[in-house]
């Protein structure tokens, strides 16, 4: 049986599924550089699920008996409960999860095994397997993004009022609710989700049928198949399906998205929880200390989040580079497509679960978030605005208040230290009633344009959200 010997493989070439046009055994060095075995294992379900819709097919067009029919489902539910047991062994030298699954169920059915292959081609078979493993992960990831999104809802609603700096270019700018700052999170999430539904549902075709690449002669019935797969039909052309992996570049774009955006949280909290800023503080159970430095209580996870985007965004950069220049249709190039998919959903899975649960261990400090609007002339704008109120053109209205944040800055005062007298200097448009609008709370209350930091309209959005987290 065994030709290991010399570097050979485990087995002769007339064992193997493709062995018929060979006459020496494949080299082990050949096996282990091509076998893809090691992580497509993880497609098995999804290559069984595809081949029992295959099998029913083949019988209705009476391309196999109902017998046969029967004996492949129960080999390959007999399969599926090996494997989800641990015993089952997958072999290198088979290559792939569909050699590996195919010749288990030969060897335990015998003839009618070597009849599932029919009319099918691995080309389409992966393909079929990994949109319908995606289009499984994709309501996976929904609901995380929505347990994350409960997580920012939970914070706006339990700091609804509470005021801190909003930045541009990493300097003060004007002062913003803090629930206002949480739910800008959760519409990037809004985003994540609707973009992966939308993946999901061009990637929801079935490409099987397709064959090697330009079909087949046998009498098959896609459409049926697509329809027991609950896909929403059957891909148009079978030089296409047999070389496209769009669906696949788009779902890690839509990774890519997913992890950017809790890659600019993270380093935001990374910020907030340093002394500088004293933001927030993020529970002990979610810190981990210095090995060296005992006062040390260190924001991994977020560090560790924001260090992993490179490797997101490596996987999408890489399948890229694969599919690049690759000629029509299927070439063993495409076997890459799997570990960098593979790679990125498992991280992106990961640091969202971990994101859930650290927003619900972080609290806010709320003195020294107030504290934070003091200094900084964050209602200059404001100023600006009461006097074109008062119909001043704003490019003068901004020259004037340039001109009152320049003089305090000399004097070292904030723009509510000033007298209406010493204010009235600069513009004699400015009144009694610019108190309010200096205000930290004055100044955010105005910004009622829709979108906007006033508690009204962030009120509006918070319960906006909260339906819609009821809802989907
Ligand atoms: N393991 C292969 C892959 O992932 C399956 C398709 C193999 N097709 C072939 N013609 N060798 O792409």
């Known amino acids: 049986m065994t030709e290991s010997q010399h570097g050979e493989s485990k087995i002769r070439h007339s064992e193997k599924l493709w062995g018929g046009r060979f006459s020496e055994a494949t080299a082990a060095s050949v096996e282990a550089f091509t076998e893809s075995i090691s992580y497509d294992h993880r497609l098995y379900r999804h290559d069984i699920m595809g081949s029992k819709a295959h099998a029913r097919m083949l019988a209705r067009q009476k391309l196999i008996t109902n017998q046969e029919r029967d004996a492949i489902l129960q080999g390959l539910d007999d399969i599926q409960t090996d494997i989800e047991a641990g015993n089952f062994v997958f072999k290198p030298e088979l290559e792939d999860v569909h050699m590996n699954i195919e010749q288990a169920l030969t060897d335990r059915i015998g003839a009618a095994g070597a009849k599932l292959h029919t009319a099918r081609s691995r080309n389409d078979q992966i393909s079929l397997d990994l949109r319908l493993y995606l289009r499984d992960e994709v309501a996976g990831f929904d609901r995380l993004l929505r347990e994350v999104q409960r997580g920012f809802v939970t914070l706006a609603r339990t700091y609804l009022g509470a005021v801190m700096p909003g930045y541009t270019h990493m300097q003060r700018a004007q002062p913003v609710l803090l629930s206002h700052h949480m739910l800008a999170y959760y519409e990037m999430l809004s985003r994540d989700r609707s973009r992966l539904k939308d993946c999901a549902r061009r990637m929801n075709l079935s490409p099987l049928g397709s064959a090697a690449m330009a079909g087949t002669g046998l009498p098959i019935d896609r459409e049926s198949v697509a329809e027991e797969l609950h896909f929403d039909g059957v891909t148009a052309n079978s030089m296409d399906s047999s070389g496209d992996r769009d669906f696949a570049l788009e779902f890690l774009f839509a990774l890519n998205l997913i992890q950017l955006h809790l890659s600019r949280l993270a380093e935001e909290l990374v910020l907030w929880s340093s002394k500088e800023f004293s933001f927030v503080d993020i529970g002990d159970r979610y810190c981990t200390g210095s090995s060296i430095m005992p006062q040390k209580k260190n924001p991994d996870i977020p560090e560790l989040i924001r260090g992993k985007t490179g490797r997101v965004t490596g996987a999408l950069v890489s399948l890229l580079m694969t599919m690049k220049g690759l000629p029509l249709t299927y070439n063993r190039d495409l076997q890459e497509d799997k570990e960098p998919v593979f790679d990125a959903l498992d991280t992106v899975k990961?640091?969202?679960?971990?994101?859930?649960?650290?927003?619900?261990?972080?609290t806010f400090n709320t003195d020294r978030l107030q504290q934070a609007t003091r200094g900084g002339f964050m209602t200059a704008t404001d100023l600006a605005d009461y006097l074109v109120k008062k119909d001043i053109p704003f490019r003068k209205a901004h020259?004037?208040?340039?001109?009152?944040?320049?003089?305090?800055?000399?004097?070292?005062?904030?723009?509510?230290?000033?007298?209406l007298g010493e204010l009235r200097k600069f513009s004699p448009a400015i009144g009694q009633d610019i108190f309010d609008v200096l205000s930290v709370e004055g100044s955010v209350n105005s910004r009622i344009s829709t979108g906007g930091t006033a508690l009204i309209q962030v009120e509006r959005a918070l319960e906006i959200a909260e339906q819609q987290l009821e809802e989907l």
């Open 399 to 419: 020259g004037i208040v340039g001109g009152v944040v320049a003089h305090c800055q000399q004097r070292d005062i904030e723009l509510t230290d000033l007298s």
């Open 350 to 362: 990961a640091g969202l679960s971990i994101t859930a649960e650290l927003l619900h261990n972080t």
